[in-house]
């Protein structure tokens, strides 16, 4: 079946730690996005891609990197430079119709201990 | 700027009572408006959308929702709430215009919890 695959579900670092958060999909989607979800935040846009080997910084970069080498993968790097990284990470992908809806992956659970 | 509000932290409803939960949004030009609910834990999931046409749309597990340009609102409805309908839900808007794929704003999201 077609879908976003985010993994690890659950996650636990170390301060000063670098971790990476893997997103896959099979959509055949042009654009991808990162958001963070803290409890009554809702969700705020850390990165976003709209193509292969192009991406853009969202609401909340700092502290955060991304790579767009596939058209399948975006990865986020949680670095230690991300002052509070506790967070519930969301993985999406929209088609390039300009109506399109975006569908979300089951999200990964970062605790930094 | 474009922004979206979900005046309501907790929604509770009986369960077989219609339910509703609000939204509220500001935006330059004409919107696109969707609903999605998280279940814990979870990603969210695509309820229904608002693009054009018919203020009313019908959307999965018998959700709809109106949209009020006059009002700009967006509220989500189900004439008989289930139990299992308990979840958060997000309203979201992009605009039309917006040629830039970041130009969706999400809801703080709304609880709603329904009572056996």
């Known amino acids: 079946d077609g879908g976003i695959t985010q993994s690890p579900k659950y996650l636990f670092r170390k301060e000063g730690q670098n971790v990476t958060l893997s997103c896959e999909q099979n959509?055949?989607?042009?654009?991808m996005y990162w958001y963070r979800q803290d409890p009554g935040q809702g969700l705020r846009l850390i990165y976003y891609?709209?193509?292969?080997?192009?991406?853009q910084k969202g609401d909340i970069a700092e502290g955060y990197s991304v790579s767009r080498e596939k058209k399948e993968s975006f990865p986020l790097t949680v670095t230690s430079a991300q002052k509070n990284p506790t967070a519930f990470y969301l993985c999406?992908?929209?088609?390039?119709?300009?109506?399109?809806?975006?569908?979300f992956g089951e999200g990964s659970r970062l605790t930094v201990l | 700027a474009q922004s979206v509000a979900q005046p309501e932290d907790q929604v509770n409803v009986a369960e077989g009572n219609p339910l509703t939960v609000k939204c509220t949004y500001s935006?330059?030009?004409?919107?696109?408006l969707f609903w999605y609910v998280q279940y814990p834990n979870r990603g969210l999931q695509f309820l229904l959308k608002?693009?054009?046409?018919?203020?009313l749309v019908k959307g999965s597990y018998g959700f709809e929702a109106e949209f009020n340009k006059s009002q700009t609102s967006f509220h989500l409805k189900k004439p008989s709430a289930l139990v299992s309908d308990s979840a958060l839900y997000f309203c979201?808007?992009?605009?039309?215009?917006?040629?830039?794929?970041?130009?969706?704003?999400f809801g703080s999201g709304t609880q709603l919890t329904v009572l056996p």
């Open positions: 891609s709209q193509i292969v080997n192009d991406f």
């Open positions: 999406a992908s929209r088609d390039s119709l300009n109506t399109g809806e975006l569908f």
């Open positions: 608002y693009i054009t046409g018919d203020n």
């Open positions: 979201a808007v992009r605009t039309i215009s917006s040629g830039s794929a970041r130009q969706l704003t």
């Open positions: 935006v330059s030009g004409n919107p696109y």
């Open positions: 959509l055949n989607h042009d654009a």
